[in-house]
């Protein structure tokens, strides 16, 4: 899937945002992102940056 990790390191996630009954898919230009997603993504790299610090 993340076939850019072949040539640089990085990470890759996976983080749904809907309860699977959205009607548009991810790249859609009609898809409605769920805002209430984004507190869980920002303490997932909160976590990992305290991890990668020793924090």
Known sequence: ???MLLERA???IFMGNND???LNKLH??????????IPYGVAY???LVRQELND
């Open 1 to 3: 899937l993340a076939f």
């Open 10 to 12: 990085g990470a890759f």
């Open 20 to 22: 699977g009954t959205a």
């Open 28 to 37: 859609s230009p009609d898809y409605n992102f769920n805002d209430n997603a």
């Open 45 to 47: 790299w909160i976590s």
